[in-house]
């Protein structure tokens, strides 16, 4: 290395580093040498140097401190090293050496005149030219970060080991721990990116293959290519602050004057607030993407384009009934060769559809780019914006234990490891996550770097982690400008070409063929390399060897796409092709002969992930060619593994349907008659056995009863074709009893039940079923009621196959149907965890605790996994309980029957399942299913949650409800509604009531399957046991905060700890019965509002630990002030919940969910029916308003 200012030095050097580091290179060229600088001779005849006297290396021996340096670097632990600290940067030097080809060296140096001082005195071209150097300059800038490791993610995925340079810490100071926290972020995002393109590649590829028929016909991106100059986009994202400035494109003159593009996600949102995008973009790999087009038709999106990547799922373009624009991808270009191919026009790859709609934009010509909907961030505690497509998915599970606040908060801590404490845009405390984190990096790199280009990107998503390289305001304001520009035109799609499908279905027989080739070729490969091996040092034998090895490559090289196609497939064989290298080259202790044997075993398996992988692109290529000529449908789910591989057992364990049959008390542990009949002459018991009978994935039908031999009269000629087992009724029809309270207000919903309970826990003692499967030989068994008498055959068939064809992966299967429909499929293992459970889990130990969010056990939803079979939204939506399980849904059943005229083994469960829903809404409104009663208005807590349960500021002075006059209307309610629940709950706090046990003991009386008592607990009147003694089910406390001072601020009282006492006292004094649950349920709720938000996670865990239950409550109504406000329920959920629901004040008013009165009615005097009739009437008058109306 020269010494010396020599203005060459500097720029040969700053060459070299443009090469990688374009933007540090710059800065260093428009610095201003250090005046500090000073060189010094060494001992060793290379400079060493100082800044402002302090040493930047030693001043004697600076390269043998270097190589001193370089020795604590472990290339077995890392594939890449950062160094804080530039210094004289022989450690660099002596560093890049040791790392050798396969690694790369980071730099952080922020003092740009320091290297501008040595870049200009000392050359280090030599290491500089051979490209794995990278210097970063600012200890902040993610962004920028994120840049310089493009191409390097790889390396970077296999480890990074920080080093500081001794000679530099002081000078750095804290730039250090900066510097080093934002590239521990950008390493964890890289990684995530390598971890998910390969998981994702084979499946894309798959994808790509299914699409090629649309790919080869849809207009193309590239006829967009500057369609709108100088336009404003707006890129609408699903963020949860998408609803404070949404409602600004509804403008229709700011809607001419700007290009709207939506990701999938908001598509039906945006239609619903009558927005229509321009755009619409796709790049999902999962089928479940698919929901976001239900329903639409052609005319819902005319005039919207989908503008898709070839790699999205199938199903996505398949199911969207408008206008698709596909991207360029190479890879199909190669499939379709140069005779098929044309111009598509590229975007760059993106992580989500918000990048894919950003370069979209960009595409268009469009400038600036307005984001609105883009938190990348868990704002205000919601992982979607209200009105989300998935708060539909979700509607079928909402109740009064189990919000939408509630799904959406598990939603963010179901991924609890991965979650990322951040500050949002107004100083506010909220999470990301890893994924999102990686999201970020990747569009502050695309920001920056169109920010260098002059062109103009404004985050006005208003909510969400600040973004760097943007500018951030309100959409109003960003809108401004667009009100005196011209109209924005879109060219129109040329019309699609001819779909060429003979052309193409011979390019894939083709590339078949090329693909069995090398496949073929390969192995003769392998043959040959294993002769190498066998030769030993031979090296004469050897090198005739390798001849023919370069021979078959040249071969297989030359089939140029499906080689390339193979490779493709091969991403994961590619990289560990490249570990293995790594590994040989940094062995300094192998011998020539030992390198060489280490290089051929390394061939052989590189070869043979290439065999394998040509297979595969053989397959692939088979199945393309029967979906495109019509032969086969489309893929679009993961195929499992196999299972021998994973060593488990085979695929063919025994699974039977298995029932526990109760004749005198259903799901819910209330008395019915499972003799009565429904249709045919037939009761619901044989309707549902053999319906079940019907299906050919289950090896037989098992039921468990207290009384088998009844049971087997019941059945009658099916006797003979099911086995029936005598169980305990004693243990089971306890436990069935607090799951049916659990359960008793979520009766319609297939999960969503208190303590995460499913309706397949209804009748289920893990107990029980484990000795049962034990006896049986079950591998695993499907989980039926006794009474589902419209269970669907095909779906349990499907249900069945799914765990079937993975049941290593698949322990647990199922669907999102209604209760009543679908089975659930869980494997022996499952069902030993649950039992091995019982005693002391509670009600984890249940099939809701395998599924459902648990503190210390979070998982992802598995709603969007495989083991969820997907269904239409008739069987997932119908928002009843399809059980007949009552003497009203018995009747109705049979109503239902008759009127389709068909026998009940063989009905149409869909068609079945709409006109029972249809009946079972006309009976809602007849008599309700749930009353809320009032029985007094006083209440001790005051504050913003005393005027929420009041519905304003000024007191309610009502006289208390006498058990006389409550009397007469639960009897009249119990007569008509065997299965209604009844919660005491209102203005006033029920425990304020004098006599309010009273109450609970006479519904007990009356037979009420479930009663619930709301209270804040503040009323010390009833101790702990008279509760439990008293018959109530269910004890709901509005705890409300996690401190004293946030639930004084809510409470205007100071009791909170006196609160948390009492509610302890009371878990304490309810023990647990025989059957691991509970004599009561134990709710603490907190309502999510600005003063509770930052205290939710730690009280949802606390209590859900605690108690097996809590509960995360919506505003009453929209509070003026309050930034956060109740999430919208689906429109249709909350009209049937509202329909079922009747709410009596104690002077005997009806009132609304809004506790506005229905008229004048004292429904003590008109009895339930006439009353609930009229306000029935009154409520779909007054339209009651909706959750964002602002109450007075």
Same mark, same amino acid.
């Given at each position: 290395?020269?010494?010396?200012?020599?203005?060459?030095?500097?720029?040969?050097?700053?060459?070299?580093?443009?090469?990688?580091?374009?933007?540090?290179?710059?800065?260093?060229?428009?610095?201003?040498?250090?005046?500090?600088?000073?060189?010094?001779?060494?001992?060793?005849?290379?400079?060493?140097?100082?800044?402002?006297?302090?040493?930047?290396?030693?001043?004697?021996?600076?390269?043998?401190?270097?190589?001193?340096?370089?020795?604590?670097?472990?290339?077995?632990?890392?594939?890449?090293?950062?160094?804080?600290?530039?210094?004289?940067?022989?450690? %660099?030097?002596?560093?890049? @050496?040791? =790392?050798? &080809?396969? +690694? !790369?060296? *980071?730099?952080?140096? /922020?003092?740009?005149?320091?290297?501008?001082?040595?870049?200009?005195?000392?050359?280090?071209?030599?290491?500089?030219?051979?490209?794995?150097?990278?210097?970063?300059?600012?200890?902040?800038?993610?962004?920028?970060?994120?840049? %310089?490791?493009?191409?390097? @993610?790889? =390396?970077? &995925?296999? +480890? !990074?080991? *920080?080093?500081?340079? /001794?000679?530099?810490?002081?000078?750095?100071?804290?730039?250090?721990?900066?510097?080093?926290?934002?590239?521990?972020?950008?390493?964890?995002?890289?990684?995530?990116?390598?971890?998910?393109?390969?998981?994702?590649?084979?499946?894309?590829?798959?994808?790509?293959?299914?699409?090629?028929?649309?790919?080869?016909?849809?207009?193309?991106?590239?006829?967009?290519?500057?369609?709108?100059?100088?336009?404003?986009?707006?890129?609408?994202?699903?963020?949860?602050?998408?609803?404070?400035?949404?409602?600004?494109?509804?403008?229709?003159?700011?809607?001419?004057?700007?290009?709207?593009?939506?990701?999938?996600?908001?598509?039906?949102?945006?239609?619903?607030?009558?927005?229509?995008?321009?755009?619409?973009?796709?790049?999902?790999?999962?089928?479940?993407?698919?929901?976001?087009?239900?329903?639409?038709?052609?005319?819902?999106?005319?005039?919207?384009?989908?503008?898709?990547?070839?790699?999205?799922?199938?199903?996505?373009?398949?199911?969207?009934?408008?206008?698709?624009?596909?991207?360029?991808?190479?890879?199909?270009?190669?499939?379709?060769?140069?005779?098929?191919?044309?111009?598509?026009?590229?975007?760059?790859?993106?992580?989500?559809?918000?990048?894919?709609?950003?370069?979209?934009?960009?595409?268009?010509?469009?400038?600036?780019?307005?984001?609105?909907?883009?938190?990348?961030?868990?704002?205000?505690?919601?992982?979607?914006?209200?009105?989300?497509?998935?708060?539909?998915?979700?509607?079928?599970?909402?109740?009064?234990?189990?919000?939408?606040?509630?799904?959406?908060?598990?939603?963010?801590?179901?991924?609890?490891?991965?979650?990322?404490?951040?500050?949002?845009?107004?100083?506010?405390?909220?999470?990301?996550?890893?994924?999102?984190?990686?999201?970020?990096?990747?569009?502050?790199?695309?920001?920056?770097?169109?920010?260098?280009?002059?062109?103009?990107?404004?985050?006005?998503?208003?909510?969400?982690?600040?973004?760097?390289?943007?500018?951030?305001?309100?959409?109003?304001?960003?809108?401004?400008?667009?009100?005196?520009?011209?109209?924005?035109?879109?060219?129109?799609?040329?019309?699609?070409?001819?779909?060429?499908?003979?052309?193409?279905?011979?390019?894939?027989?083709?590339?078949?063929?090329?693909?069995?080739?090398?496949?073929?070729?390969?192995?003769?490969?392998?043959?040959?390399?294993?002769?190498?091996?066998?030769?030993?040092?031979?090296?004469?034998?050897?090198?005739?060897?390798?001849?023919?090895?370069?021979?078959?490559?040249?071969?297989?090289?030359?089939?140029?796409?499906?080689?390339?196609?193979?490779?493709?497939?091969?991403?994961?064989?590619?990289?560990?092709?490249?570990?293995?290298?790594?590994?040989?080259?940094?062995?300094?202790?192998?011998?020539?002969?030992?390198?060489?044997?280490?290089?051929?075993?390394?061939?052989?398996?590189?070869?043979?992930?290439?065999?394998?992988?040509?297979?595969?692109?053989?397959?692939?290529?088979?199945?393309?060619?029967?979906?495109?000529?019509?032969?086969?449908?489309?893929?679009?789910?993961?195929?499992?593994?196999?299972?021998?591989?994973?060593?488990?057992?085979?695929?063919?364990?025994?699974?039977?349907?298995?029932?526990?049959?109760?004749?005198?008390?259903?799901?819910?542990?209330?008395?019915?008659?499972?003799?009565?009949?429904?249709?045919?002459?037939?009761?619901?018991?044989?309707?549902?056995?053999?319906?079940?009978?019907?299906?050919?994935?289950?090896?037989?039908?098992?039921?468990?009863?207290?009384?088998?031999?009844?049971?087997?009269?019941?059945?009658?000629?099916?006797?003979?074709?099911?086995?029936?087992?005598?169980?305990?009724?004693?243990?089971?029809?306890?436990?069935?009893?607090?799951?049916?309270?659990?359960?008793?207000?979520?009766?319609?919903?297939?999960?969503?039940?208190?303590?995460?309970?499913?309706?397949?826990?209804?009748?289920?003692?893990?107990?029980?079923?484990?000795?049962?499967?034990?006896?049986?030989?079950?591998?695993?068994?499907?989980?039926?009621?006794?009474?589902?008498?419209?269970?669907?055959?095909?779906?349990?068939?499907?249900?069945?196959?799914?765990?079937?064809?993975?049941?290593?992966?698949?322990?647990?299967?199922?669907?999102?149907?209604?209760?009543?429909?679908?089975?659930?499929?869980?494997?022996?293992?499952?069902?030993?965890?649950?039992?091995?459970?019982?005693?002391?889990?509670?009600?984890?130990?249940?099939?809701?605790?395998?599924?459902?969010?648990?503190?210390?056990?979070?998982?992802?939803?598995?709603?969007?996994?495989?083991?969820?079979?997907?269904?239409?939204?008739?069987?997932?939506?119908?928002?009843?309980?399809?059980?007949?399980?009552?003497?009203?849904?018995?009747?109705?059943?049979?109503?239902?029957?008759?009127?389709?005229?068909?026998?009940?083994?063989?009905?149409?469960?869909?068609?079945?399942?709409?006109?029972?829903?249809?009946?079972?809404?006309?009976?809602?409104?007849?008599?309700?299913?749930?009353?809320?009663?009032?029985?007094?208005?006083?209440?001790?807590?005051?504050?913003?949650?005393?005027?929420?349960?009041?519905?304003?500021?000024?007191?309610?002075?009502?006289?208390?409800?006498?058990?006389?006059?409550?009397?007469?209307?639960?009897?009249?309610?119990?007569?008509?509604?065997?299965?209604?629940?009844?919660?005491?709950?209102?203005?006033?706090?029920?425990?304020?009531?004098?006599?309010?046990?009273?109450?609970?003991?006479?519904?007990?009386?009356?037979?009420?399957?479930?009663?619930?008592?709301?209270?804040?607990?503040?009323?010390?009147?009833?101790?702990?046991?008279?509760?439990?003694?008293?018959?109530?089910?269910?004890?709901?406390?509005?705890?409300?905060?996690?401190?004293?001072?946030?639930?004084?601020?809510?409470?205007?009282?100071?009791?909170?700890?006196?609160?948390?006492?009492?509610?302890?006292?009371?878990?304490?004094?309810?023990?647990?019965?025989?059957?691991?649950?509970?004599?009561?349920?134990?709710?603490?709720?907190?309502?999510?509002?600005?003063?509770?938000?930052?205290?939710?996670?730690?009280?949802?865990?606390?209590?859900?630990?605690?108690?097996?239950?809590?509960?995360?409550?919506?505003?009453?109504?929209?509070?003026?002030?309050?930034?956060?406000?109740?999430?919208?329920?689906?429109?249709?959920?909350?009209?049937?919940?509202?329909?079922?629901?009747?709410?009596?004040?104690?002077?005997?008013?009806?009132?609304?969910?809004?506790?506005?009165?229905?008229?004048?009615?004292?429904?003590?005097?008109?009895?339930?029916?006439?009353?609930?009739?009229?306000?029935?009437?009154?409520?779909?008058?007054?339209?009651?308003?909706?959750?964002?109306?602002?109450?007075?």
């Amino acid at each position: 290395m020269e010494a010396g200012l020599d203005p060459k030095i500097l720029e040969r050097n700053l060459a070299m580093i443009r090469v990688r580091s374009p933007r540090a290179a710059q800065r260093i060229m428009n610095a201003k040498t250090s005046v500090g600088f000073s060189l010094v001779e060494t001992d060793e005849g290379v400079p060493s140097g100082a800044l402002d006297g302090r040493a930047l290396a030693s001043k004697r021996r600076p390269m043998s401190e270097a190589e001193k340096f370089a020795g604590g670097y472990d290339p077995k632990q890392a594939a890449g090293a950062c160094v804080l600290g530039f210094g004289m940067g022989h450690h %660099l030097a002596a560093l890049h @050496e040791r =790392i050798g &080809s396969k +690694g !790369v060296v *980071i730099c952080f140096e /922020p003092d740009l005149g320091l290297l501008r001082a040595v870049l200009e005195r000392v050359d280090h071209r030599a290491w500089l030219k051979k490209g794995r150097f990278l210097l970063a300059t600012d200890p902040d800038d993610a962004a920028e970060l994120s840049e %310089l490791l493009r191409g390097f @993610e790889a =390396i970077v &995925s296999l +480890g !990074v080991q *920080i080093m500081e340079h /001794p000679a530099s810490n002081a000078r750095l100071g804290d730039a250090r721990s900066r510097f080093a926290g934002i590239l521990t972020n950008v390493m964890k995002a890289a990684r995530t990116q390598v971890v998910t393109t390969l998981a994702h590649s084979p499946v894309s590829f798959r994808n790509m293959l299914m699409n090629i028929g649309h790919y080869a016909a849809c207009p193309s991106v590239d006829e967009l290519k500057d369609a709108c100059p100088g336009a404003t986009a707006v890129i609408v994202a699903a963020g949860p602050s998408l609803k404070k400035n949404l409602h600004l494109l509804k403008d229709p003159e700011t809607r001419k004057r700007v290009v709207v593009i939506a990701v999938q996600t908001v598509l039906k949102q945006l239609l619903r607030e009558g927005i229509r995008p321009d755009f619409v973009t796709a790049l999902d790999y999962h089928e479940l993407s698919k929901r976001f087009y239900e329903g639409l038709t052609a005319e819902d999106v005319r005039g919207i384009r989908l503008v898709v990547e070839p790699k999205a799922n199938p199903a996505i373009l398949d199911s969207f009934p408008g206008e698709i624009v596909c991207i360029e991808e190479p890879l199909l270009d190669k499939v379709l060769g140069e005779g098929l191919k044309r111009a598509m026009g590229s975007l760059p790859n993106g992580g989500t559809v918000a990048h894919l709609s950003y370069y979209l934009a960009r595409h268009l010509g469009c400038d600036p780019v307005v984001m609105i909907g883009q938190d990348l961030g868990f704002t205000d505690g919601q992982y979607y914006g209200a009105g989300a497509a998935i708060h539909r998915v979700w509607s079928g599970e909402l109740n009064a234990h189990n919000t939408l606040e509630m799904l959406e908060w598990q939603r963010i801590a179901r991924m609890k490891s991965l979650l990322r404490p951040m500050t949002d845009i107004h100083g506010r405390r909220m999470f990301t996550d890893e994924q999102m984190a990686t999201y970020l990096a990747q569009f502050e790199a695309d920001f920056l770097r169109d920010s260098e280009r002059g062109m103009t990107t404004i985050d006005a998503t208003e909510g969400g982690v600040s973004k760097r390289h943007t500018t951030a305001m309100g959409l109003e304001e960003a809108l401004a400008d667009t009100r005196h520009g011209g109209k924005v035109s879109l060219p129109v799609s040329s019309a699609k070409s001819g779909q060429r499908i003979n052309a193409v279905r011979d390019r894939l027989d083709a590339i078949a063929r090329d693909a069995e080739n090398i496949r073929a070729q390969s192995q003769e490969t392998i043959y040959t390399l294993k002769r190498m091996i066998a030769a030993g040092g031979d090296q004469k034998k050897i090198g005739k060897l390798i001849d023919k090895v370069n021979t078959i490559r040249d071969r297989v090289v030359a089939l140029k796409e499906a080689y390339a196609l193979t490779e493709f497939v091969n991403q994961t064989g590619v990289l560990n092709r490249f570990r293995a290298d790594r590994a040989i080259e940094i062995d300094s202790a192998l011998d020539p002969i030992e390198r060489q044997r280490k290089q051929i075993e390394r061939d052989i398996r590189n070869v043979e992930w290439t065999r394998d992988a040509a297979a595969e692109l053989r397959t692939q290529m088979q199945n393309a060619r029967c979906v495109l000529m019509g032969e086969m449908p489309k893929i679009t789910r993961d195929e499992p593994a196999e299972d021998a591989a994973l060593g488990t057992d085979a695929v063919g364990g025994r699974v039977e349907a298995l029932i526990f049959a109760d004749p005198d008390y259903n799901g819910l542990g209330m008395k019915r008659d499972l003799a009565m009949i429904v249709a045919n002459g037939l009761n619901a018991l044989q309707i549902t056995v053999a319906r079940l009978l019907r299906c050919t994935n289950i090896d037989g039908v098992t039921i468990a009863s207290t009384d088998p031999e009844r049971v087997g009269s019941l059945l009658g000629h099916l006797n003979e074709r099911v086995t029936l087992v005598r169980v305990d009724g004693k243990a089971l029809r306890e436990r069935t009893r607090l799951i049916g309270i659990g359960r008793h207000r979520a009766r319609d919903c297939w999960r969503g039940g208190m303590g995460v309970l499913t309706c397949y826990d209804e009748s289920l003692d893990p107990r029980l079923a484990l000795s049962i499967m034990e006896q049986r030989s079950m591998s695993a068994a499907v989980l039926v009621g006794a009474d589902w008498a419209m269970i669907d055959p095909t779906l349990v068939d499907e249900i069945v196959e799914r765990h079937r064809s993975a049941p290593a992966q698949h322990r647990l299967a199922f669907s999102q149907a209604v209760p009543g429909i679908g089975g659930f499929v869980v494997d022996r293992s499952a069902i030993e965890s649950l039992s091995n459970g019982q005693s002391n889990a509670g009600s984890f130990a249940t099939i809701g605790g395998l599924i459902g969010y648990i503190p210390f056990a979070p998982q992802a939803d598995p709603i969007a996994k495989a083991m969820c079979v997907q269904i239409s939204t008739a069987l997932r939506d119908a928002g009843v309980r399809a059980i007949a399980d009552t003497t009203d849904r018995v009747l109705a059943l049979a109503g239902v029957y008759e009127q389709l005229g068909t026998n009940p083994i063989d009905a149409d469960t869909t068609a079945s399942v709409a006109l029972f829903s249809r009946v079972c809404a006309k009976n809602d409104r007849s008599v309700p299913a749930e009353v809320h009663l009032e029985l007094c208005s006083g209440r001790l807590s005051n504050g913003p949650f005393g005027q929420w349960k009041r519905g304003g500021s000024e007191s309610s002075d009502r006289a208390v409800l006498t058990l006389a006059r409550a009397h007469g209307l639960l009897r009249e309610l119990i007569t008509l509604r065997p299965d209604a629940a009844l919660v005491l709950d209102g203005a006033g706090d029920p425990l304020m009531h004098p006599d309010a046990i009273g109450f609970v003991q006479l519904a007990d009386e009356l037979g009420f399957a479930s009663v619930e008592l709301r209270t804040d607990l503040l009323c010390p009147g009833v101790d702990a046991h008279s509760m439990i003694e008293s018959g109530l089910g269910v004890l709901s406390v509005d705890l409300l905060a996690s401190t004293p001072e946030t639930y004084a601020a809510l409470t205007g009282q100071n009791m909170f700890n006196g609160v948390v006492e009492r509610l302890e006292g009371i878990l304490s004094a309810r023990g647990k019965s025989s059957c691991g649950l509970a004599p009561m349920w134990v709710v603490p709720r907190i309502t999510r509002c600005d003063a509770t938000m930052e205290e939710i996670p730690d009280f949802y865990d606390r209590w859900l630990l605690a108690c097996g239950c809590a509960a995360i409550d919506p505003l009453p109504r929209a509070i003026r002030g309050q930034r956060i406000q109740a999430l919208p329920i689906p429109s249709e959920r909350q009209r049937r919940i509202d329909a079922r629901t009747m709410r009596v004040r104690s002077d005997g008013v009806l009132v609304d969910r809004f506790g506005r009165a229905l008229g004048e009615l004292d429904v003590f005097e008109a009895g339930i029916e006439r009353a609930y009739r009229q306000s029935r009437k009154q409520v779909e008058v007054k339209c009651a308003p909706s959750n964002a109306e602002v109450a007075a």
